[in-house]
Each structure stands twice: as structure tokens, then as C-alpha cells.
């Protein structure tokens, strides 16, 4: 607290005093029950709570039962849901946390269920992925609707929650598609003007505040500006943040961007921190209601430097909060080098679309931080510290089992340290640093420069359940292997080789186009020194199996980069000074490379031990996300 003073001041949110602030917005967990609360959910959020978080924003609440967001997000429209919650506010509040839920009406961007009827919107107008047009809700139903808001809020108070959020940002969701001109081209009383598209989320403030009183915390979140030809300004949103304060709203929650600009409200990895904080502190300099910003703070100096500096008066935490629940208590005790450190990747969500419930990439136990002790104490060997290496020596130690790790290179991270180098990438080297600061705070004996031998595993390590993690070898085309100069692309990344200035990737995976980004000029200002990079994928789509924001980005900075980027094309000839490659029936040449970069995947290193447990890459080649996760779920239960 020393450390951070004013992230750690209380502050009054209505009649109500939060003990800091920390607050952890709404993150989907796919963790309920045809909508109701279930001990995964209360674990959940308690441990959140535990970890000292000064108040929570429940993930998306739905207030009626026609239209679901996620089948496994929670709802509060009858009676029966407010035992759950009950449970579930009671959890919360015991470690002194304040808890709000966030209402919501998917509308248009409710979940396909099978019987569901046509979705509704403010118009006919639907959200760019829409399979169908929606229709346009009646003014009869509005009323409906903004009927079950208030019941829904009131129920919440029955349970003891202590508020509600009003989710009107992004463009998203029945209220938010309402205000955003990109959605709504009604001409009545809910349409047209601004005044006119924010009147059904101020009926829903007012219909809360008649059910609940004035004791019952509503803040609204809001894109402070859509960032969108089209869509909301930040004039539009100071505006709008002046009638939600007159209508008696008690803070703001500022976000920004919406749902159809992929990025926008939800940013990619290694994008600046804070990207809404300056929509934050201009609209807070004309309310006098608190306001919270959010997204990308990941580190507790940066939540520090934006509320002394006046930015903003709360910082909306969430996915920091997921990666290490205690994150909270680690910053007020000056632990930070202790945090778990969220990288930003957005594969905490990235499964949720498909029913699978919340994860994290560095946090493989993001419900529960509990490891068992084994029931049987053994001798441990973790061959590589690669990231599957680091976790399993980790998981090993907790469960009392005496471990060494053994890692052929001076130094810990295996291919990690190379995912680091490209442009956005930075954060993994956080995530090398805290495992390997975990491992030596918990005593694991780590030999460097130490390759393991049929012959040790024979003599030093007879008694030792050996774990191997040895990682993967990049692929390359051994009939291609002829032109004057080849790398991989690891080459490249680790400095051990250096390519010219027109350089060919074969490969648009993520290695491929990430390699690429990092050769290629910042500018295409076509000064003489800048590479011309040229990369051959042969199916129709970058980087398969990626999506969301991170992909949209480096997709946009290839474009911007002058990076040629050739889909469906089939290298076919290749000798010592041509490349030649099909597309479309056609045949193309490039006559002037001086470098052919391989990044065509990776093949798993061979294993020298027959009975070792394999663990990551050496086992089946995978992404960060399944080496620490794996890792984890094989030693857990070893």
C-alpha cells in the first residue's frame, strides 16, 4: 500500500465506501448453469475477492429468458436464481468486497440456441457476423424490457448484492446497440438523436433506482468514443456521461471501441496499457461522479500513475485479476515481481464462443490455485526449461516432491525466449522471469548447461521419474534447402542468422507472419535499406487457428508494411537463385530473393528415454497455452 497510495485509498461509490481501488470488471466464465450460480462460480469469484479486490462486476447477467448471450453465462429472471446468488454475494462479501452484477439483453448478439426466435435489435440492422437479420424490437416490448431490468436488479438486492451495471458500451447488447448510431436508425421516441437513442437506458436507471432506492450502487459503462467513422465520439460520450450523472448514476465505467471493430475494445498483446484512459479523464473532468477506466493494466504502477495523475479514480482489472487472483494483496504487500503476469493474449476467451469455460494461457489453474500434496513423495527429473519444463519442476516441488531440472542452455525459457523477439510479443519475457523466480524461491535445483544422456538417466538419475520437455526443432524443406541462402525462422529470431534485404517466408502461421512483422520496415516509406518480404501461405487464411484481436493487429501491420502476403500459393520450383510458386493457375517467379526463411512448422525433439513422462512440445506440438496446461494437468496427477 505504501508502494501504491492511491491505488489503495478508498473511495465512495454513492453511499457506499470501497475499500480500494481495484475493481475487476465483467469477464464471461462459461462457469453457471442454465444460468444459475454453481460452486465454480462462487469459487471463482470468492477467490477474486480473497485476493483483495476492492469490488466486483459480475460477468454478463441476462434479465429475461428468451434470448441467452453464452449458454453458460448467468441470469437473474425469476425468483429461483436469487438463492445462487445468495450464496454467491455471501462468498464475496466475506473478505469485505462490494459486488455488482452486470445486467444485460444480448438482443442481437444473443447465442444461437436452437428454438430461439429472431433476435431483436433497435433496428433491422445486424452486428457484421450475423447469420440473419434481426428485427426491430416494438416500443411495447421496450417497456417489457425495461420492466425485467428493474426486477432483475431488484432480485439481485434480495440476495444482498450491493448494485448493478448497466452495460450500454461496445455497441453491444440491446442498450448499447441503442445508443450507437452504427445499430440504431429508428425515427421514434428511441431513435435518431442522441437524446433520443440514450432515453431506453436512462428508463432502465430510473426503473432500477424506483425498485432498489437510493442506497443501491448503478454505475453504466460506456465506450467513451467508438473509434469508428459512424459511431460514438468522445464529444457524443462526455455528453452522454453528463445525463446518466443527472439521472443519478453513481460512477462511470469508461471503456471505448465496440464490436465491430475487431481491437478496439478489447486490444491486442503489446498494445499500449490504458488505450480509453484519455476518454476516461476528459469525461471525468466534467462530472462529479467517480469514473474507472479500463483494459491493458496489467501492472500495478501503471494503475497507480493513472489515478495520481489524475486519468481516472478507479482501474477496472480484469484479466490480470483472472491470471493471478492475488493480484490485489501481492501489489498492497509490494510482491509485484510475485504476480503472475497476464500477457494480454485474450485466450482466456477465446474458447467461451464454444461452451468451454474460462481459461488462462499462464494460469492453467485459473479456478483454483490449490496443487495437492502427493500421495507419495518421489525423486523428480524435468529434462528442458521450456515453459512445460518450469511448470511441471514447479507443480512437482508444491506436491513435496524432490525435483531437479535439467536445462542443455545457460539460461531458462526454451523456444519462449524466441516468441519474445517479434514486435507485440515483449510480455513473454515477463512470464519467463516469474517462473523462473518461482522455481527458485521454491528450491528446485536447476542445472544449466546440463544436456541429460541415455547414460545419466542409466547412473545419476537411476531412481528418478524422469519428466521430458525437450521441446521441438523447426521443419524445413530439404528440396528447397538448394537456394543460395536459408534460415528458419528461429534462425532469425535467435541471431544465428541474418537475412538479406528480399527476403521469401514460406509459412503464414503465426511463426511466419510474426518473422515477417519483424524484418519488415516499421514505415513503407520505400527508403533504399528497407527489407521487401515476401510471405507464401498455401491455404486461403493467416495464421489458422488464430483469432480475435492479436491476429487482427499483426495482420494490419503487415498490410501497412508493404508486406507482400501471397494466400493459395504453392511453391513448386525452387533452385539456387529462383522461387517459383503457383496461385491460382498461375505461375509466378521471383527472380531477385537473397534470402528463403523457412517457417513450415516444428517436429518434436527426440526423446532419449523411453518410460518418461512426455510433457509440451516433445509430445505433440502445441502453443504456450497447452504447454503450461499440460504440464500442469500431468503433474498434478502424477
Not at 424490457?145 to 461496445?170: K, L, M, S, Y
Amino acid at each position: 500500500m505504501q508502494q501504491y497510495p492511491h491505488l489503495f485509498s478508498p473511495i465512495q461509490i454513492g453511499k457506499t465506501t470501497v475499500k480500494n481501488r481495484i475493481f475487476m470488471p465483467p469477464l464471461s466464465t462459461n462457469l453457471a448453469d442454465k444460468g444459475y450460480v454453481t460452486d465454480a462460480l462462487i469459487e471463482h469469484y470468492s477467490n477474486r475477492a480473497k485476493g483483495g479486490v476492492g469490488l466486483i462486476v459480475t460477468e454478463v447477467t441476462t434479465v429475461e429468458p428468451v434470448y441467452t448471450y453464452l449458454p453458460g453465462d448467468m441470469s437473474i429472471y425469476n425468483d429461483t436464481y436469487i438463492p445462487g446468488w445468495k450464496k454467491l454475494v455471501d462468498a464475496v462479501h466475506r473478505y469485505d468486497t462490494i459486488i455488482l452484477s452486470q445486467l444485460f439483453h444480448p438482443a442481437y448478439m444473443a447465442f444461437p440456441l436452437p428454438g430461439t426466435p429472431q433476435l431483436i435489435a433497435p433496428s433491422n440492422v445486424g452486428p457484421y457476423y450475423a447469420k440473419a437479420a434481426p428485427r426491430a424490437v416494438t416500443v411495447e416490448e421496450l417497456h417489457t424490457i425495461v420492466r425485467q431490468f428493474g426486477e432483475a436488479a431488484n432480485r439481485f438486492q434480495q440476495a444482498g448484492g450491493d448494485g448493478v451495471e448497466i452495460q450500454a458500451a461496445h455497441a453491444h447488447g440491446l442498450l448499447g446497440g441503442f445508443l450507437t448510431p452504427l445499430y440504431n436508425k429508428r425515427t421514434d421516441e428511441y431513435g435518431g438523436d442522441l437524446d433520443a437513442r440514450l432515453r431506453l437506458t436512462l428508463e432502465v436507471i430510473a426503473e432500477v433506482r424506483k425498485q432498489c432506492g437510493e442506497d443501491f450502487i448503478i454505475d453504466v459503462r460506456i465506450s467513451g468514443d467508438e473509434y469508428s467513422d459512424g459511431g460514438l465520439t468522445l464529444n457524443d460520450m462526455i455528453y452522454v456521461s453528463k445525463q446518466l450523472e443527472a439521472a443519478g448514476v453513481d460512477f462511470i465505467h469508461v471503456s471505448g471501441g465496440n464490436t465491430i471493430k475487431r481491437g478496439s475494445s478489447m486490444p491486442a498483446p503489446g498494445t499500449s496499457p490504458a488505450p480509453h484512459a484519455h476518454a476516461a479523464q476528459e469525461i471525468r473532468s466534467h462530472l462529479h461522479i467517480p469514473v474507472s477506466t479500463v483494459a491493458r493494466i496489467n501492472e500495478p504502477w501503471i494503475a497507480e500513475e493513472l489515478i495520481a495523475n489524475g486519468k481516472t479514480d478507479i482501474c477496472m482489472i480484469g484479466r490480470p485479476n483472472l491470471c493471478d487472483s492475488e493480484f490485489a494483496n501481492k501489489a498492497a504487500a509490494g510482491r509485484t515481481d510475485d504476480i503472475r503476469p497476464c500477457i494480454g493474449c485474450g485466450r482466456c476467451l477465446t474458447g467461451i464462443m464454444f461452451g468451454k469455460p474460462i481459461s488462462c494461457t499462464v494460469n492453467p489453474s485459473v479456478q483454483s490455485d490449490t496443487i495437492p500434496p502427493a500421495d507419495e513423495k518421489k525423486k523428480v527429473l524435468v529434462i528442458g526449461g521450456g515453459p512445460a519444463g518450469m511448470e511441471a519442476a514447479y507443480v512437482a516441488k508444491m506436491r513435496g516432491h524432490e525435483v531437479v531440472l535439467c536445462e542443455k542452455e545457460a539460461e531458462l525459457g526454451g523456444l519462449l525466449r524466441l516468441a519474445a523477439v517479434p514486435i507485440g510479443k515483449q510480455e513473454l519475457c515477463k512470464v519467463i522471469k516469474y517462473m523462473a523466480g518461482r522455481l527458485r524461491q521454491a528450491g528446485v535445483e536447476v542445472r544449466f548447461n546440463c544436456e541429460v544422456t541415455p547414460a545419466m538417466l542409466s547412473s545419476d538419475f537411476s531412481d528418478y521419474q524422469a519428466i521430458c520437455t525437450t521441446g521441438a526443432k523447426p521443419k524445413q524443406i530439404e528440396a528447397f534447402a538448394c537456394f543460395k541462402q536459408t534460415m528458419t525462422a528461429d534462425d532469425i529470431l535467435s541471431g544465428k542468422g541474418f537475412p538479406g534485404r528480399k527476403v521469401v517466408i514460406l509459412g503464414g502461421g503465426s511463426v511466419g507472419c510474426e518473422t515477417a512483422d519483424y524484418l519488415a520496415p516499421l514505415i513503407d516509406d520505400r527508403f533504399p535499406a528497407n527489407r521487401e518480404v515476401t510471405v507464401i501461405e498455401m491455404t486461403d487464411t493467416l495464421m489458422a487457428g488464430e483469432g480475435g484481436p492479436a491476429k487482427s493487429a499483426l495482420t494490419q501491420r503487415l498490410m501497412r508494411k508493404g508486406v507482400n502476403l501471397v494466400l493459395n500459393g504453392i511453391v513448386t520450383n525452387v533452385d539456387e537463385t529462383t522461387i517459383t510458386y503457383q496461385k491460382d493457375g498461375v505461375e509466378h517467379t521471383i527472380f531477385d530473393a537473397d534470402t528463403l526463411v523457412f517457417a513450415v512448422g516444428y517436429t518434436p525433439v527426440p526423446v532419449i528415454h523411453e518410460k518418461a513422462v512426455l510433457i509440451g512440445d516433445c509430445d505433440k506440438v502445441g502453443n504456450l497455452k497447452d504447454a503450461i496446461t499440460g504440464a500442469y494437468t500431468a503433474v498434478k496427477n502424477l
